[in-house]
């Protein structure tokens, strides 16, 4: 979602990998999220397989479904509803499951779901819930609970809201009680109104500055992902997280092969070992977000298990909404009110 890197990080990390790449010649190109892999795993491919890791990141979801339009990756990470718009617009090809044994470990219950009903084109890679981050030390307990209080005057100018449309107005929605993945325009309207609303009371719009801002308290509170605020309340341990009582959206962000893909047996070896034990375990332990790889799970403390914010409950999923993909004149309708709230 979520996970934003420097471009320039971002460059230097595929140009040190393309350096130390296999004798070989062989290559596979991997567009993820900023922040979203244990770069120790990019090395350990390399020196397994002789095939270089040529990495690049993306901050949102319409940046990677625009980048493709022009550029050819082998693996790409999207989230649901980009993965289903995808496989709509025919951007992403079958997948090959015999070549992807390590398939079978992750967990039937975040398979076969809506955005991708026959599970023909997309390998669970994490999965999580966007709620409130918040410093603890200085935002009171009586104003927790709710999305509001990224609306709440007694904050202004110390809380943010997401730099994506999709996240600002999919939580916004929730607030006015209407659903994430409404086709309604009236209540499309009323969303972006909130928003626009508010501005006063965000110090700004953000992705990546977020996780910069908060540990730091140059912010008191924002939306977030659950597996950043992990990290962040590492950074600082008077951050706390909360899923909203009005619900949130639940995500799955997935490993694809687009259709224009150069390099597909190395994609699936690439796919493949992500989903092996080991490197499922070490990735989860380094970005913080939840697992759908079954025997990371089993092999979990039951501390982790059981913390809501590392494993949202099985409440906050029945709660929460997936998002889906919406008909092309609601995501122009998107686009159109987007630049209207930044105007």
Same mark, same amino acid.
């Given at each position: 979602m979520?996970k934003?890197?420097a471009?320039?990080?971002s460059?230097?990390?595929a140009?040190?990998l393309?350096?130390?790449?296999g004798?070989?010649?062989?290559v596979?190109?991997v567009?993820?999220w900023?922040? !979203?892999?244990?770069t120790d795993?990019?090395?350990?491919?390399?020196?397994?397989?002789g095939?270089?890791?040529?990495y690049?990141?993306?901050e949102t979801?319409e940046?990677l #479904?625009?980048r493709?339009?022009?550029?050819? !990756?082998?693996v790409?990470i999207p989230s649901?509803y /980009?993965i289903?718009? /995808?496989?709509?617009?025919? /951007?992403?090809q079958?997948?090959d499951?015999?070549?992807?044994?390590?398939?079978?470990?992750?967990?039937?219950?975040?398979?076969?779901?809506?955005y991708?009903?026959?599970?023909? !084109?997309s390998?669970? !890679?994490?999965w999580?819930?966007v709620?409130i981050v918040?410093?603890?030390?200085?935002?009171?307990?009586?104003?927790?609970g709710?999305?509001?209080?990224l609306?709440?005057p007694?904050y202004?100018?110390?809380?943010a /809201?997401?730099?994506?449309?999709r996240d600002?107005?999919?939580?916004t929605?929730?607030?006015?009680?209407?659903?994430?993945?409404t086709?309604s325009k009236?209540?499309?309207?009323?969303?972006?109104?909130?928003?626009i609303e508010g501005?006063?009371?965000?110090?700004?719009?953000?992705?990546?500055?977020?996780?910069?801002?908060?540990?730091?308290?140059?912010?008191l509170?924002?939306?977030y992902?659950n597996?950043?605020a992990?990290?962040?309340?590492?950074?600082?341990?008077d951050?706390?997280? #909360?899923i909203?009582?009005e619900g949130?959206?639940v995500?799955v962000?997935a490993?694809?092969i687009p259709?224009?893909a150069?390099?597909?047996e190395?994609a699936?070896?690439?796919?493949n070992?992500m989903?092996?034990t080991?490197?499922?375990?070490?990735?989860?332990?380094?970005?913080?977000?939840?697992?759908p790889q079954?025997?990371v799970?089993?092999q979990?403390?039951?501390?982790?298990?059981n913390?809501p914010?590392? #494993?949202?409950?099985?409440?906050t999923i029945?709660?929460?909404e997936?998002?889906?993909?919406?008909?092309?004149?609601?995501?122009? #309708?998107y686009?159109?009110l987007?630049?209207e709230i930044l105007?």
């Amino acid at each position: 979602m979520k996970k934003n890197l420097a471009l320039a990080l971002s460059a230097l990390l595929a140009l040190s990998l393309a350096a130390c790449g296999g004798s070989s010649g062989e290559v596979v190109n991997v567009y993820n999220w900023g922040e !979203y892999i244990d770069t120790d795993l990019l090395q350990q491919f390399e020196d397994e397989t002789g095939i270089h890791v040529v990495y690049n990141t993306f901050e949102t979801n319409e940046g990677l #479904y625009s980048r493709l339009q022009s550029e050819s !990756y082998d693996v790409v990470i999207p989230s649901d509803y /980009m993965i289903s718009r /995808m496989i709509n617009e025919g /951007m992403l090809q079958k997948l090959d499951f015999g070549n992807i044994p390590n398939y079978s470990l992750i967990d039937s219950k975040y398979t076969h779901l809506d955005y991708d009903p026959e599970q023909a !084109y997309s390998v669970p !890679y994490t999965w999580g819930a966007v709620g409130i981050v918040y410093n603890s030390k200085k935002v009171d307990a009586a104003d927790l609970g709710s999305w509001d209080i990224l609306w709440n005057p007694k904050y202004a100018g110390q809380t943010a /809201m997401f730099d994506n449309s999709r996240d600002a107005l999919g939580l916004t929605l929730k607030l006015l009680g209407y659903s994430q993945n409404t086709t309604s325009k009236d209540e499309l309207r009323a969303a972006a109104d909130k928003i626009i609303e508010g501005k006063d009371n965000f110090q700004g719009f953000w992705m990546d500055q977020i996780l910069e801002k908060l540990p730091n308290e140059e912010i008191l509170i924002a939306p977030y992902y659950n597996g950043d605020a992990v990290t962040m309340m590492e950074d600082n341990p008077d951050l706390s997280f #909360y899923i909203p009582k009005e619900g949130t959206n639940v995500f799955v962000d997935a490993m694809c092969i687009p259709t224009n893909a150069k390099n597909v047996e190395n994609a699936e070896k690439f796919i493949n070992f992500m989903c092996s034990t080991e490197a499922a375990a070490a990735n989860a332990d380094y970005i913080g977000y939840s697992s759908p790889q079954r025997e990371v799970f089993e092999q979990l403390d039951d501390a982790v298990k059981n913390d809501p914010i590392h #494993y949202p409950s099985e409440e906050t999923i029945a709660h929460g909404e997936t998002f889906l993909n919406l008909p092309e004149n609601i995501n122009e #309708y998107y686009n159109e009110l987007w630049t209207e709230i930044l105007r």
